[in-house]
């Protein structure tokens, strides 16, 4: 295993792309692995594969469309409205059972295969919409499952786990890549790069993360 090297699981959204070159910074090599899992909106591997290659990282795009089938979920299922708002003691409807599960396994058996023993993810419980496999707890427990099953020492690094959306915004922006990832990544849920459709909770969480960091950046610009 190599410890200077990481896999990142990487959409072409803002968090996975925050955390692709967040990765950059912190180790020698970086690989990312993507994912088609039935998703309406397969642009976002499009728009990965071109991020990617500026970042001047090697890609692998894996097919796992079987994951988006085993349930119903309004990312995966055209004849479904999405919910715009988190239901009342359920989860919205965007969550796609198993997602984390199966994505962060097989990104641990590509990491095998490439002598790598760093993973890096960009869930949030701060930001996590309700998600139960973006929580710290499923984190850490997957990390020592995958470590027993096949007898490794993986590291599960969640960059963004703690911080909210305004604070991944000055993330991006400490990094040099607030403006890439305003124009180039796809975090809607409608489909639309950049700023998105402004409508459905992906796009509402960004948005007001984005305006929240840039009246801190400028109450802080005022006062230096």
Same mark, same amino acid.
Do not use: W
């Given at each position: 295993m190599n410890k200077n090297d990481a896999l990142v699981v990487f959409s072409?959204?803002?968090?996975? /792309? /925050? !955390?692709l070159f967040w990765?950059?910074?912190?180790?020698?090599?970086?690989?990312?692995?993507?994912?088609?899992?039935?998703?309406?909106?397969?642009?976002?591997?499009?728009?990965?594969?071109?991020?990617?290659?500026?970042?001047g990282v090697e890609l692998k795009?894996?097919?796992v469309?079987?994951?988006?089938?085993?349930?119903?979920?309004?990312? /995966?299922?055209?004849?479904?409205?999405?919910d715009r708002e988190q239901p009342d003691g359920g989860f919205p409807n965007t969550f796609?059972?198993?997602?984390?599960l199966f994505f962060l396994s097989i990104a641990a058996v590509c990491?095998?295969?490439?002598?790598?023993?760093?993973?890096? /993810?960009?869930?949030?419980q701060t930001d996590f919409s309700g998600y139960p496999d973006c929580r710290d707890a499923f984190i850490k427990s997957l990390n020592v499952t995958l470590n027993l099953a096949m007898d490794e020492q993986f590291v599960l690094h969640t960059p963004l786990m703690w911080i909210d959306k305004a604070e991944t915004w000055a993330l991006a922006d400490e990094l040099g890549v607030l403006d890439l990832i305003r124009r180039d990544t796809l975090t809607c849920y409608n489909g639309v790069q950049g700023d998105g !459709?402004?409508? !459905?909770?992906? !796009?509402?969480?960004?948005?007001e993360g984005l305006e929240r960091y840039l009246a801190m950046k400028a109450e802080k610009g005022n006062w230096l």
């Open positions: 072409g959204g803002q968090d996975s /792309t /925050t !955390c990765a950059k910074k912190h180790f020698r090599k970086v690989y990312a692995v993507s994912f088609i899992y039935g998703q309406k909106h397969v642009k976002e591997v499009e728009l990965a594969r071109a991020i990617a290659e500026k970042a795009v894996m097919d469309s079987f994951i988006g089938s085993l349930g119903r979920n309004s990312l /995966t299922d055209p004849s479904m409205a999405m796609v059972p198993g997602r984390n990491a095998r295969e490439l002598g790598v023993n760093h993973i890096v /993810t960009g869930v949030s !459709c402004g409508h !459905c909770p992906a !796009c509402k969480l960004r948005r």
